[in-house]
């Protein structure tokens, strides 16, 4: 049907006071997703071109969807030509306060420190981190330029100290990159870009090809057909290669009391709404009078209008809802549900309402913290877990680049403190020879006395 491009732009009320538990549940449902086995049907032949053929088939994919015919490699190796991030001063600089800010938050996150604890006398276990050896991240393209993803993603891989960060984008019809991507990873000492997009991009650096490098992990978000080809190479244990987590479309939540100004609630609404068609943007308005919820509606029409991008904002805001509820508890109970992406707290004394907060990927708190913060520069990742995974999954974060490894450090007195509960567990599960590893020790220093 043809999207309307007049008329007014507003959300769906729903009064959770009225609703069952079950409307209000269909309500904020995230739109269905298109079949992921349609989809695998597609990237499948993709990834497997990809592995037999290498850059001879990821270029050919490249001169394909992006149009890119002139580019005869695939991949700009570090380092990377001054000509190719030419830049105005104020993105510079804007990148470079960004990149401060994200370094100083991700450093923090450290944890050098062994972790040891002495779990009986003579028992010494211990926990250390060590940074995953390659990575690489995908940095969608399309009709973007997205250089804070690239900052997102590249800034904690540094921090954590990966030895090789490869980033992928799809290059633009011309076949370069934009210069915003290639100072992001200039900065974070990535050694090349992949100058593809999609499945094959996702497949060169699962199996790495005669000129990408293979990496341990791949991060980034991306469409549908980025997702499909993260999960099936994770899949197959011959890649060897881990993902950050699942994605869908990204979303927000804005809880709003009276306190809240409606100006400052529409526009955080819409700077979610402005992403894509397929945006989810909900209101919990908290005890809002008639009129206090229409100032919010009329601001969101009102500044959608003059946005312009308004035309993605009318798809998005026609499955957007709005829940009438009377306290914060049930509010934050909702939320809870939902998961959101992004949690923003428009409410009095919205730092303490955190507490309340089980299920979220980021959480904006008070009249002065808008989402786009977050977005580009105040330190927090803005690579989130989406479409509900909030109550399963952590945003990008320095323990993404990393892997914690165990060890275990016992002395003779240890052996003996622990060695009975061993043997016996051992005898239980009939693993006999794990018994005898613990018994053959205690009998030596037996013999020894
Ligand atoms: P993209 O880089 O994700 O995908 C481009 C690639 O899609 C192409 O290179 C091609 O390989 C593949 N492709 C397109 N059509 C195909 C087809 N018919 N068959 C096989 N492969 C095909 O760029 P995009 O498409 O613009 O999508 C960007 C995505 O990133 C969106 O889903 C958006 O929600 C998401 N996004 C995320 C963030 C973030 O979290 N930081 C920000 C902006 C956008």
Not at 50 to 70: C, I, M, P, Q
């Amino acid at each position: 049907a043809e999207k309307p491009k007049s008329g007014r732009i507003l959300m769906q009320r729903i009064d959770s006071v009225n609703a069952t538990e079950a409307e209000l549940l269909e309500t904020l449902k995230r739109p269905s997703q298109k079949s992921p086995e349609a989809i695998l049907k597609i990237v499948t032949p993709i990834i497997e071109d990809v592995r037999k053929n290498g850059d001879k088939a990821v270029l050919s994919y490249t001169h394909k969807f992006e149009k890119a015919t002139s580019l005869t490699s695939p991949v700009l190796k570090a380092p990377f030509p001054k000509e190719l991030m030419q830049l105005p001063a104020e993105t510079i600089k804007a990148m470079d306060t960004s990149f401060e800010n994200i370094r100083k938050f991700h450093a923090a996150q450290g944890d050098d420190k062994t972790l040891q604890v002495e779990t009986m006398p003579g028992v010494i276990c211990s926990r250390f981190s060590r940074p995953i050896e390659r990575v690489g991240l995908y940095v969608p393209g399309g009709t973007a330029v997205l250089p804070s993803t690239a900052l997102m993603l590249g800034v904690p891989a540094m921090v954590a100290g990966c030895k090789k960060i490869v980033l992928a984008s799809p290059p633009r019809a011309d076949g370069s990159v934009t210069p915003e991507i290639v100072y992001a990873a200039h900065k974070v000492g990535a050694e090349s870009i992949v100058l593809a997009g999609g499945a094959q991009a996702v497949a060169a650096m699962a199996y790495g090809t005669e000129s990408i490098t293979k990496v341990d992990k791949i991060l980034g978000p991306g469409n549908q057909f980025v997702t499909a080809a993260k999960m099936h190479v994770s899949n197959d244990t011959n890649a060897g290669v881990g993902i950050d987590m699942p994605a869908g479309p990204s979303e927000v939540l804005v809880i709003a009391d009276k306190d809240a100004n409606p100006a400052f609630v529409a526009s955080d609404l819409l700077s979610q709404a402005e992403h894509g068609v397929d945006s989810q943007v909900i209101l919990i308005a908290v005890d809002l009078n008639e009129e206090q919820l229409k100032a919010i509606e009329d601001e969101v029409h009102n500044q959608a209008i003059a946005l312009p991008r308004v035309d993605i904002v009318r798809g998005s805001i026609a499955h957007s809802v709005s829940v009438l509820v009377k306290d914060i508890d049930e509010a934050m109970r909702i939320s809870n549900e939902y998961a959101p992406e992004h949690l923003i707290l428009q409410i009095k004394d919205a730092a303490k309402a955190v507490d309340l907060v089980m299920n979220a990927g980021s959480v904006f708190i008070g009249q002065w913290t808008p989402e786009s913060v977050g977005d580009y520069s105040a330190g927090v990742n803005h690579s989130l877990p989406t479409y509900g995974f909030a109550k399963q999954y952590s945003g990008v974060n320095l323990g993404s680049f990393q892997k914690h490894i165990t060890s275990s450090n016992l002395t003779a007195e240890g052996l003996r403190n622990v060695g009975s509960a061993v043997m016996q567990l051992a005898k239980v599960e009939e693993l006999e020879a794990h018994r005898r590893a613990v018994e053959i020790r205690i009998k030596h220093m037996d013999a020894q006395k």
